[in-house]
Each structure stands twice: as structure tokens, then as C-alpha cells.
């Protein structure tokens, strides 16, 4: 009897004891991890310098460690792109096919065009040269939207030529230097654009608000307009080249606006046309200028 009340004695002073030290390491566990958060949050020197080590120490380690992840990662990706990879290609080829078909019918319209060309002895308008430059930095702002480009005068570049992207039309060089360019994105509220509204032919002026969609103005009142109409240059005055495209009608009546074909969050290069509006005129000779009173003094006797 005396021995097993001593070993319940034992064990009650056992439990009591493993109690106290549970607790006593959970205060101590505490007290330094407060220690640890105050440290932490302070800018002393020596924390610093052994937060950096302690992270230099567990890089390797945590990157081997990572890697099992990543290539987990990277299988996952591979197994949905394989899943995917059938269902794109259907898609890419019932697309093709539709392109083919456009393909067909934009040769037989461009053979149709080259026979009324030579019916109409039409002369065609001369090949506009290009400069291509990449964006190099964007100025923004309430009144200000401008791209900065890395071609300039030494490039051809002159103060007045249209600037598309790949989608369409993005603005016009307002300023070049000898290697950089600025062009005035149609957003912004200086920009004024003579367009045409397809396929009414309807005309109007394309200015910046400095929103995402300019607005048409000076309409006229019999001007048929609708919701996704194609915008185009006019080239009216020929300083820009007339049809490139701007974008599509957007808004509402009596308030329309043009949603672009080119948003300016997009571009990264630009292609600069070297418009050349034919502005030389030929005149006669002062020979022949001359003899025209003679021949209608004559006729006249």
C-alpha cells in the first residue's frame, strides 16, 4: 500500500511539476518573441545586419527547397496547356478557314479594283515612306497625353506627320529634335482631326478631351451617323494621308464619340508616315500665257 501511494505521490509531483514548466516556457516563449518583434521593428544596425545574414543563410535552402514546388508548378501548367492544345487547334482552324475564304474574296476584289483603275485611267497615289521608332517614354496628365519616340529629324521626321501603330491611327509629331520625336496622341484636348465617318461619308473634326474616346464635332445636321461606324482620316488641307483608320463611332446621338482603334496604353512602336501632299503645281510658261488674249482677240474679231 505504501508503495503504490508513494508512486501516485510521484506522479501528482511529476504532473504539478511538468505543469510549471509548460507554463514557465510559454512565458519565456513569449517574453522573447516580443523581444524579437521589438528588435524587429527597431533600426538599429546589428538587427539589421543579422536579419541580412540570417536571409543570406536560409537562401540556398529555401531555394532547393522551392524547386520541387516550382517543378510541380511548371507540370501543372504543362499538363493544362496540353489539355487546352486540342481545343486551340480546332479554333485556329475553322479561323483559318475563314481567313481563307476573306483571302479569296479580297483578290478578287483587288483584281476587280486594278480593272477600273485601267478603265479610268486613274493614277495612283504615290508610295508614302516610313520611319518605325519605339516608344520611349509617355507623358501624361489632365491636358497633356504625348509619346516620346527615338527617330527624329536626322531620321526624316518632320513636325506635322501622322503616326499609327499596328491597330491604326495614334496622333501627329507636333515637335522633332535630331534623334527623338513627340507626337500628340488624338486623346488630348489640342489635338483637331479631319475625319470621315464611314460609309456615309459624312465629315467631321475629331478633338481630344483628354478621355478615352474623342468627340466628333461640327457634324452636319443631315449627317447620318451610327453606333460603330468606321472612322478614317480625311486628309483634308493634306497634311495627314486620307483613309487611315481612327477607330469606330461610339456614344450617343448628339453626343458622339470615338472609341480609338490604337489605345496609347498599348503601343510600344510606331510607324511615322512621310506624307508628301503634292502641293507644286505646274504653270504655263509666260509664252503660252501670253498668247492666250492673242487668241481670244483673234477669235473675237
Known sequence: MLTRERKHRTLRIQGTFDAIWHRVALFVLLVLSAAFLLLSRSEAQFV??????ATDFLAPGLALASEPLNWIESG???????ASLYSENERLREENERLKEWQHVALGLEQKVARYQALLNLKPDP??????????AEAGGPFVYTLIVNAGGGDGVAVGQAAISG????????GAGDAASR??????????IPVVVEPSGARAILIGDSSGQPRLDYLASTATVNLGDRVVTAGDG??????????VVAGEA???GVLPFAQSAHVDHVRILRYDFPRDVETPGSAAVATVPDAVGESLQ
Open 127 to 136: 508610295a508614302t515612306a516610313v520611319v518605325t521608332g519605339r516608344v520611349i
Open 183 to 192: 507626337i500628340l496622341l488624338i486623346q488630348d484636348v489640342n489635338s483637331r
Open 76 to 82: 501543372v501548367e504543362q499538363v493544362g496547356a496540353l
Open 167 to 174: 491597330s491604326g491611327f495614334v496622333g501627329r509629331v507636333v
Open 238 to 247: 493634306g497634311l495627314l494621308p486620307p483613309g487611315l483608320p481612327v477607330g
Open 48 to 53: 539589421t545586419d543579422v536579419r541580412d545574414g
Open 254 to 256: 448628339g453626343d458622339w
